[in-house]
């Protein structure tokens, strides 16, 4: 089953530019994304056979329930109110909650609702983007929607690890592993989402090796943006460039195009 319907809004998605990324993807195998996000390509493509991971224990949770409980995550959802009071009081009780349906509803309703899908925290591991729902639509998914990305989802394993650590859990053999991790660069200042430090340069360093090693006996597909500490690592493997438009400062008005690098490893 496929869905057209995007349930998060992401910073970072590859939505705006999948075709020149499908390409070099193979969904007719196992499918693994170490840094899933929104999770784009699985939603798109549903593979028969998936592994989802991100560092957000938070994004993963939220997939469990919709997966589990679709109408009770899309009756937390559904139920506030889009306006900016109604925003903060549901971002406090986010904040509040442990584990749980009605934490997942709030979660993709901030999602929905945020300043430019962005899924910032603070310090103490508090959610703490502000409304960005001024300028947006109103509208609301649907509990048929729940339901649809419901399905999808039950092919999924989902888990919220390290990339290295979830990759070398899962051992893959024959699969094709999507990398689309956070950028660390020197040339410019990169917005961090998930708290200030979730990629530096020794990550990078070990993305390249654990991408070295997982391409032996799998498929290995990077993009990451077009920075030299990339070129420097992968240039081996890089196979081609994608052009982005992203916000400037995360506002719609404000637009430039940037290029990211993709490359592959294995086959």
């Known amino acids: 089953m496929t869905t057209k319907t995007k349930l998060l809004k992401w910073a970072g998605s590859k939505s705006q530019v999948s075709d020149q990324i499908r390409p070099y993807l193979s969904f007719d195998r196992a499918y693994v994304e170490p840094f899933c996000g929104s999770a784009f390509f699985f939603f798109e493509n549903s593979p028969a056979e998936s592994y989802l991971n991100d560092l957000n224990f938070e994004l993963i949770c ?5 997966r589990n409980t679709p109408n009770l995550v899309w009756y937390y959802y559904d139920r506030v109110p889009v306006e900016e009071v109604s925003y903060y009081q549901a971002r406090d009780t986010y904040n509040e909650l442990g584990d749980c349906p009605e934490k997942a509803g709030l979660f993709v309703y901030l999602n929905h609702f945020c300043f430019n899908g962005l899924y910032r925290t603070n310090k103490a591991g508090e959610f703490n983007t502000p409304y960005g729902g001024r300028q947006k639509p109103k509208r609301k998914l649907s509990r048929d929607n729940f339901q649809e990305f419901s399905q999808t989802l039950r092919s999924a394993h989902l888990t919220a690890r390290d990339f290295e650590a979830f990759l070398d859990r899962l051992d893959p053999d024959g699969a094709c592993i999507y990398m689309d991790p956070p950028y660390f660069t020197n ?12 990629f530096k340069k020794i990550d990078l360093q070990r993305l390249l090796e654990v991408s070295v090693r997982m391409s032996r006996r799998n498929k290995v597909v990077v993009s990451y943006k077009n920075c030299s500490e990339f070129r420097e690592a992968f240039r081996k493997y890089i196979v081609g460039d994608i052009s982005v438009i992203r916000n400037v400062g995360g506002f719609a008005g404000r637009r430039k195009s940037e290029q990211e690098l993709v490359a592959v490893l294995g086959g």
């Open 62 to 66: 939220f997939f469990k329930h919709t």
């Open 187 to 198: 040339d410019e200042r990169v917005f961090g989402e998930y708290g200030s430090n979730t």
